[in-house]
C-alpha cells in the first residue's frame, strides 16, 4: 500500500490564526479525502480532495473554514482558518488506490492540533 | 444516507477469549464493509474488509461476518491477546461514492 506521510505532526496555535496541513503520497492515487477526529470520538469526513478542481465538502464543513487544495495526484493540504478552541482534534488525510468499486481506504499518521 | 451503527462502545474480556464487536447499517445498497483498529496515538489500520457477494472472510484470528438481509455485520477476535487492545472501528461504503460511514468504535480491553 502507499506510503503517506503528513506535516505537521502536530502543533499548538493560537485562536484566530490558521494552520496548514500537509500530505504526502509516495504514490499516484486516485481519492484523497480529510478526516476530523475529536478526541474519544470517531473518524468524521471533513471532504473529497479532487485533483484539478473544488474539493467537495460534507455537511458541517464549508470551503471558507477548511480551504483544500490537491494540485496533483500525490499532494493535498488542509487549511483550518481563523481557528478556535473546537478545532482541537486530530485531522487525518487518507487516500484510496481503486478508481472504481469499493477500494481501501489506508491513513496517514495524522496531525494533532491544539487551539489555544 | 447511509447510517452506521456500532455496539458496544467498551468491551473488556479475559486474554484467551473470544470478542465480537456488531455493526448494523443502513442502505441496502451499501457494498464494500471495512475493520479498522486504531491503537492510543495511532493512525487507523485497516485490519479485514468483506464484500457484500460475501458471506465470511477470515484471517487467522480475526474474522467478519456479513448478514446482508438483516443489514449487520460483526467482527469476531478469537484467542485474544493484550496486544489487540485498541479502538475498533467499522465502516460501511456509502452507495454510489468513494465514502466510507463509520461506526462510532469499541475499545476493546484485553485483561491478562
Known amino acids: 500500500s502507499a506510503v503517506i506521510s503528513q506535516k505537521p505532526s502536530r502543533d499548538i496555535c493560537q485562536r484566530g490564526t490558521s494552520l496548514t496541513i500537509q500530505c504526502q503520497v509516495d504514490?499516484?492515487?486516485?481519492?484523497m479525502f480529510w478526516y476530523r477526529q475529536q478526541p474519544g470520538q470517531s473518524l468524521t469526513l471533513i471532504a473529497t480532495?479532487?485533483?484539478?478542481?473544488?474539493?467537495?465538502?460534507e455537511s458541517g464543513f464549508v470551503i471558507d473554514k477548511f480551504p483544500i487544495s490537491r494540485p496533483n495526484l500525490t499532494f493535498s493540504t488542509l487549511t483550518v482558518s481563523n481557528m478556535s478552541p473546537e478545532d482541537s482534534s486530530i485531522y487525518l488525510c487518507?487516500?484510496?488506490?481503486?478508481?472504481?468499486?469499493?477500494?481501501?481506504?489506508?491513513f496517514g499518521p495524522g496531525t494533532r492540533l491544539t487551539v489555544l | 444516507g447511509e447510517n452506521v451503527e456500532q455496539h458496544p462502545s467498551t468491551l473488556s474480556v479475559q486474554e484467551g477469549d473470544s470478542a465480537v464487536i456488531k455493526c448494523t447499517y443502513s442502505?441496502?445498497?451499501?457494498?464494500?464493509f471495512p475493520w479498522y483498529k486504531q491503537e492510543l496515538g495511532k493512525r487507523p489500520q485497516l485490519i479485514i474488509d468483506?464484500?457484500?457477494?460475501?458471506g465470511e472472510k477470515k484471517d487467522q484470528r480475526i474474522a467478519v461476518t456479513l448478514n446482508k438481509t438483516a443489514k449487520h455485520f460483526s467482527l469476531h477476535i478469537t484467542e485474544t491477546q493484550p496486544e489487540d487492545s485498541a479502538v475498533y472501528f467499522c465502516?460501511?461504503?456509502?452507495?454510489?461514492?468513494?465514502?466510507?460511514?463509520f461506526g462510532t468504535g469499541t475499545r476493546l480491553k484485553v485483561l491478562a
Open positions: 504514490s499516484q492515487v486516485t481519492m
Open positions: 480532495a479532487n485533483q484539478g478542481s473544488e474539493a467537495t465538502y
Open positions: 468483506i464484500r457484500s457477494n460475501v
Open positions: 487518507s487516500v484510496s488506490e481503486s478508481g472504481g468499486g469499493p477500494g481501501e481506504q489506508f
Open positions: 465502516a460501511a461504503k456509502d452507495p454510489g461514492t468513494y465514502k466510507y460511514i
Open positions: 442502505d441496502s445498497a451499501s457494498n464494500y
